[in-house]
Nanobody, 116 residues
Framework: EVQLVESGGGLVQPGGSLRLSCAAS????????MAWFRQAPGKEREFVAE????????NYADSVKGRFTISRDNAKNTVDLQMNSLSPEDTAVYYC?????????WGQGTQVTVSS
């Protein structure tokens, strides 16, 4: 059974940093592209960042480019999201996700709140 468990969310002041982590199990982690999405209150879920199975390819939403960094550890089956220079607009529930064949899997999400 595919399981994705996010951690690392919390409350941070504007300009601060957080590091999210996603622990994956139930599939061959090193074979799949992994991604982070987020959903702010009253808004649709949106793409944040993705990383290829090898880690050689990374892609970011324009809104986080230059501030967020996605990384993965295939030995530990984890994918991280380092978030710097956070602003209130980054407040959202952040989800780890992957797609296997026609099905997309999601974690339960971790709340990130940026507020003074």
């Amino acid at each position: 059974e595919v399981q994705l468990v996010e951690s690392g969310g919390g409350l941070v002041q504007p300009g601060g940093s957080l590091r999210l982590s996603c622990a994956a199990s139930g599939f061959t982690f090193s074979n799949y592209l992994m991604a982070w999405f987020r959903q702010a209150p009253g808004k649709e879920r949106e793409f944040v960042a993705e990383i290829s199975y090898s880690g050689n390819y990374r892609n970011y939403a324009d809104s986080v480019k230059g501030r967020f960094t996605i990384s993965r550890d295939n030995a530990k089956n984890t994918v991280d999201l380092q978030m710097n220079s956070l602003s209130p607009e980054d407040t959202a529930v952040y989800y780890c996700t992957l797609q296997i064949s026609a099905r997309r899997y999601w974690g339960q999400g971790t709340q990130v709140t940026v507020s003074s």
